[in-house]
């Protein structure tokens, strides 16, 4: 039976250094002694290093092996602190980072750490203005795959991310996110000048138009015609906007 490492009650603030040495001593140990057993080769290339579910080709052995558990959904890699759970052991030493607190990639230009290389090369591009990835149906570009991948769903149509509790399904997990304020009746989003809150901060930005005088005021408007274009009047002919509604 394997041994998982039981997560510690009372949260982070409570791993002693000691303990945080203990755990990331077992998982490098755990991950050596399984790959050195299982196979023998941990070392050694093999022709027979391709993937026969996806044609994903590997240098080494037990690099296919850990490649296979996306495929089987294996995760025989668990944090000693929180229920996360990995295929991969270094997936899980990036993971530690969590709870260490190590940042070890720094910028050259300013003060930004990262816990993660693919963070760091994300955040170059800000000074650079780098976007090396451009779309093929649009002329949209940006810094990185994952931006990208966001993107394309715009042209694909795929909504991936679906609401637990209706049928609503969006393609941005934050869409999603501010999509279920509509079930929990949240509103985090104030304005500073009255009462009105919502749920999207994109609805206080336009209901900020409000007081700062950026819509056009008119001098004469009959009842009949109030709400044309989604704008209500007021006695002194001035057109103030109407908020969506949520």
Known sequence: AEDQNPPINGGDNNVSCERMSEIEAKIKEEAILRDIFSDGRR??????TVCEVCGYKAGRVNHLKTHMRKHTGEKPYSCGI?????GAVLSLQRHMRVHTGEKPYSCEVCEYRSAHLSDMKRHVTIHS???PHGCIECHYRCAS???MRRHMRTHTGEKPYSCELCYYKASQKATLTAHMKVHTGEKPFSCSYCDYRARRASH??????????ELTRVLTLSS?????????????????????VE
Do not use: Q
């Open 224 to 244: 009949e015609d109030s709400g044309a274009g989604g704008y209500t009047h007021i006695a002194d002919g001035t057109y103030v906007g109407t908020p969506m």
């Open 129 to 131: 203005g780098e976007k």
């Open 82 to 86: 929180c229920d996360f759970r990995t």
């Open 204 to 213: 206080v930005t336009r209901h900020m138009k409000t007081h700062s005088g």
């Open 145 to 147: 795959l994952k931006e």
């Open 43 to 48: 070392n050694r290339k093999s022709s027979n």
